[in-house]
């Protein structure tokens, strides 16, 4: 490196410039909603507990298509690998993280509907997700009032089963667990007929280790949900930004290859990469 004589005037100007660093050295050391990297750190909102989605696995590192999705985001955006931070962030407390900047956006499931579109603004969709029915591996119901009479399971809260037994099979014995992984031993065991949720978070869970081979999706598609990245309400900037990232991920491959990774041991049969900047309900 070579030294440079200081003058009076530069002296002056680099004194100034070190001054406002310092004052503004309190600030977040996060992307903010800035979307420029420069060494700061990005904070993205995910899921802990879907595998296949969004998943904290015991040796602390996440995995998932959400995972994937906002890394690929997050690099287009300027980020480094390890810049990005993943912080849980659980159903009901989306919104408020970003209403009070907790996190930069959001890649969690986050289906796209015109009440959260009053509180939030999305990027996406980039994935569109129906609802279904996870069965064992021997088992079919062909349509949605095949359920009539069988065993439905979904967790404790949800409103897939509810909306089963009231649009396609009123006849239908709801089991409510207080989690998937409830859902599924008792699938397993012939506790239940079915577990009803997102098809997407079904795959994820029917392709974890241990239950390869032993769960099939229905194929029913009993909904539509457009998974969309939250942002913070108005910051029309990021979403132009992430929504530039996410054609890339199409277009370049990547996108299908984070499905086939995450998805693909269930014998999901995904949509096609939803057009993105077209938010729908």
Known sequence: MKLRKVTAASATVLALALSATACGSDSKESGSGSGEGGGKKITVGIKYDQPGLGLKTPDGKFTGF??????????????????????????????????RGDVDFIAATYSITDERKQKVDFAGPYLLAHQDLLLRADDNIAKGD??????????????????????????????????????????????????????????????????????????????????????????????????AALKKMVQDKAWDEAVKANFGPANYKNEPAPEIGNIVK
Not at 73 to 81: F, I, S, T
Not at 86 to 93: H, I, N, V
Not at 148 to 167: E, R, W
Request: proline share 1%; hydrophobic share 30%; charged share 30%.
């Open 66 to 99: 959400d995972v994937d999705v906002a890394t690929y985001v997050a690099k287009e955006l300027g980020y480094d690998e390890g810049d990005i931070e993943f912080k849980e962030t659980k159903s009901a407390d989306r919104e408020t993280a970003l209403a």
């Open 146 to 243: 095949d359920l009539n009479g069988k065993k439905l399971c979904s967790v404790t809260g949800s409103t897939s089963a509810q909306n089963v037994k009231k649009d396609f099979a009123p006849k239908a014995q709801l089991k409510q667990y207080g989690t998937y992984s409830q859902c599924l031993s008792a699938l397993q065991s012939g506790q239940v007929d079915a577990l009803t949720t997102d098809d997407s978070i079904l795959a994820g869970y029917a392709s974890q280790e241990q239950y390869k081979g032993k769960f099939k999706l229905a194929g029913l598609k009993l909904s539509n949900e457009n998974y969309g990245i939250g942002v913070k309400k108005g910051d029309k900037e990021m979403v132009d930004k992430i929504n």
